[in-house]
């Protein structure tokens, strides 16, 4: 298959393979990765956090979200032979080697223990933890309705690792804003599980979006109204100013918006949907800068 994008104009053909493998050339993931982070150290600062911890857990996000896409493709490279939009992917293409991935999977889990060396030995011994979230998640799907409940922990972790590195506690409602933050996952990978669920059945893996079926939006409706309960609670908890919960009134707006759009019997219109959730990160940021910095 021959690309057209960044990573075929901008990088060496060699160098091709293993952007892709660690999707490079997707960064949606990446950035629904890193936003929550962003927000929650805003949140743990009381206000702008120092540049050096935005540094760190940017790099932080795109590594292991590599590592996370690249172990998914090892274990998944005989179920990818099989599907229309995943055959063309590096490993199953034969762009890359088995051997060749593992070596890069290595690479990046030791350029991402270099930046442990950056934070507070409590963080450090969280980031421990994530790795066998990052590595077990692909192999979820093979047993149980809910992987995307794991990917949902490992995509947020770096929410918990924001309220260590920056005050050596992790209090309360910075667990409710990662419990929120995971069942907004579970909710918005749901809606993306529908698109591949004629896929997931005909390869005999499992999603949420099989445990949901036709009840589809009432299940994710119910994680998002969750979700928005809280973060509410949380920033009360946080001492949030009320700019804050007005921004939290506007996240509540994009998840009914999202549900009046969402349709199991439409599972094309999910990518969009898929796709807007960045924005919800980004009014998480801006929540926390609006209850902490903006003047009232």
């Known amino acids: 298959m ?30 629904l990765t890193l936003l929550p982070a962003l927000a929650a150290l805003v949140q743990a600062a009381d206000g702008w956090p120092t540049v050096w911890r935005v540094v760190i857990f940017s790099l932080g996000a795109l590594l292991m979200r590599g590592v996370g896409c690249t172990f998914n493709d090892i274990f ?15 490993l199953t293409s034969g762009q890359l080697t088995l051997r060749a991935a593992l070596w890069f999977a290595a690479a990046q889990m030791l350029v991402s223990a270099s930046l442990l060396l950056a934070i507070n030995a409590y963080s ?37 690792m924001a309220w260590t590195d920056t005050r050596d506690i992790l209090p ?4 409710a804003m990662w419990v929120g933050a995971v069942l907004w ?23 949420v979006a099989m445990r949901f079926g036709d009840r589809g939006r ?3 409706g119910g994680f998002y109204a969750v979700t928005a309960a809280l973060w509410t609670t949380a920033g009360w908890g946080m001492g949030m100013d009320w700019p804050y919960y007005v921004v939290m ?5 994009h998840f009914v918006w999202q549900m009046t759009v969402f349709d199991v019997r439409h599972p094309e219109r999910g990518l969009r949907i898929f796709r807007s959730n960045m924005q919800v990160g980004v009014l998480l940021i801006v929540a926390g800068l609006a209850g902490t910095v903006l003047p009232v």
């Not at 998944?76 to 590096?90: H, I, L």
């Not at 990052?134 to 918990?160: D, E, H």
């Not at 996952?185 to 999603?207: F, T, W």
């Open 172 to 175: 309360w409602y910075g667990v």
């Open 76 to 90: 998944d490279r005989d179920f990818d032979r099989r599907v229309e939009r995943t055959r063309f992917r590096p």
């Open 218 to 220: 009432a299940w994710i």
């Open 249 to 253: 009134a506007i996240i509540a707006g």
């Open 2 to 31: 021959r690309h057209d994008d960044w990573v075929a104009r901008w990088l060496p053909a060699a160098w091709g393979p293993y952007a892709r493998l660690c999707r490079l050339d997707r960064p949606v993931g990446t950035w």
């Open 185 to 207: 996952q579970i909710g918005y990978d749901a809606v993306y599980a529908y698109i591949d669920l004629r896929d997931d059945r005909m390869l005999g893996l499992k999603s």
């Open 124 to 160: 450090r011994w969280l980031a421990l933890a994530l790795v066998p979230l990052v590595v077990i998640y692909p192999l979820c799907k093979r047993f149980t309705y809910w992987p995307q409940a794991v990917l949902g922990m490992a995509f947020n972790w770096g929410m918990l």
